[in-house]
């Protein structure tokens, strides 16, 4: 029998818990799969996939009190219905009431038959009692308030409360709730901004310019999905947040680049188009699966200076990369805290104990890179976290024991918003309506 869309989404949830995957290429998957790309019941299963990922702390909240037992024993594939359930009676009128409790429990019969009774009960004392479940006291704790409230871990609360205060904590973590913009980099090998908004205009795609990259447009509306047009096959753009696309304003002129954790090649393209496909850019990876998603990439976009390399940069350099690239950037390993908005699967899954995991990496990763750097060139270091375990903290240290580096401010073409008082590259969710990142420049004396 064929699966309902609220079945699919309840898969998906179980998958991103089972697999410690991301939800956004389980969701890519089911769509192909099942024929849903583009269609309305695809756009379903992604508001509900991902409004339960984003919200899941605020819902574990409410249904831990309608549950008479202990709530976090309880079989996650049936907290996820119940989850995904709750989700819709709270937060969206897609269904009437009486049509979600049917499909909760035709589902769990499918899953679970023993367990069917009990989330009929659950979202019952649900509709009967709503009004009267409370959360944490906003004004006698704040801090457990917004951790329940507004769907974040609180050991992550508790640290941005150090760092940002109260008021501006709830923004950010309410900032991380909302739905992310699709972004699109312009690959200015091939077109510019300008001609590309207005084609996609001509197709009725609603768009407007980023605010701070010179080569990103926001796709606000679109009657198809981006990435089946003949634009995007042709290589004429690039998913790419904002963010990401300012780390590559960061790196200054140079004839030869290492990218060193490279990843897809976000970056490492981006720069190949900065550059007007001159110079050398060696894009470095531990992973083989994403080097040869940039090896597609390259050919897509039509760059012809990218050397794709499987290379573990957690072990020591290649002796033939040393003192040799004027620029060598490390997007570090990280917690990914900055991006939650996007991927709200990390929340869940990120420990306290796992920063100190990504800042020992980070560490190795950015000392075994600075040996590519020449005398003069620049080490570019960043992450998309908004910890200071793994940005200032780890660029201090290394400023600490490699004498031969300064910290030296971003160019020019970067917007000084966008600039601390110390000379770090930081953006903000809740501030500047993109991902968080951190930036760090380094010269070698």
Known sequence: ??????????????????????????????????????????????????GVLRLRGHLDWILAILYHGNFNKLDEGIKNVLRLSLYQLKFSDRLPDFAVVDEAVKITKILAPDKSALVNAVLRNYLRRAQ???????KKNMV???????????????????????????SLCSANNELPPLTLRVNTLK????????????????????????????????????????????????????????????????KSIMDACTGAGGKATHLAAIFKNKGQIIAVDSNPRKIN?????????????????????????????KKKFDSVMVDAPCSGTGTLRRNPEIKWRTTQKDL?????????????????????????????SLLPDEN??????????????????????????????????????????????FGAILKSK
């Not at 009267?132 to 906003?138: G, K, R």
């Not at 457990?144 to 709830?170: C, D, M, N, Q």
């Not at 990763?365 to 080490?379: D, E, P, R, T």
């Open 144 to 170: 457990e308030y917004i951790a329940t409230f507004y769907s974040h871990p609180l050991w992550l609360v508790k640290k941005w409360i150090k760092l940002f205060g109260f008021e501006e904590t709830r």
């Open 191 to 254: 077109t510019s901004r300008k001609n590309l908004m207005r084609k996609l205009i001509a197709i009725r795609f609603d768009c407007e310019e980023t605010k701070f990259s010179p080569d990103g447009i926001i796709l606000n509306t679109s009657t198809n999905p981006i990435q089946k047009t003949e634009f995007f096959e042709n290589g004429l753009l690039r998913i790419q947040d904002e963010a990401a696309q300012l780390i590559s304003c960061l790196v200054n002129p140079a």
């Open 356 to 384: 100190l995991n990504f800042a020992a990496a980070q560490k190795i990763i950015l000392q075994n890179a600075s040996m590519a750097v020449k005398k003069g060139g620049f080490l570019i270091y960043c992450t998309c």
């Open 392 to 437: 200032e903290n780890i660029v201090n240290d290394f400023l600490k024991h490699n004498i031969k580096f300064s910290l030296c401010p971003p160019t020019s073409s970067i917007n000084r918003q966008l600039i601390d008082s110390h000379g770090f590259f930081r953006t903000y969710t809740h501030k500047h309506k993109m991902d968080g990142f």
């Open 293 to 321: 998603e940039l090896k597609k990439e390259v050919i897509r976009l039509g760059i012809n200076i990218i050397e794709a390399r499987t290379i573990d940069l957690s072990a020591e350099l290649p002796e033939s990369f």
């Open 1 to 50: 029998m064929k699966k309902t869309i609220r079945h699919l989404a309840v898969d998906i949830l179980n998958q991103v818990q089972t697999s410690q995957d991301f939800a956004s290429p389980l969701i890519d998957d089911c769509l192909d799969k099942n024929t849903l790309s583009g269609t309305p019941d695809g756009r379903l299963l992604t508001h509900l996939v991902y």
């Open 132 to 138: 009267e479940i409370a959360f944490p006291s906003e």
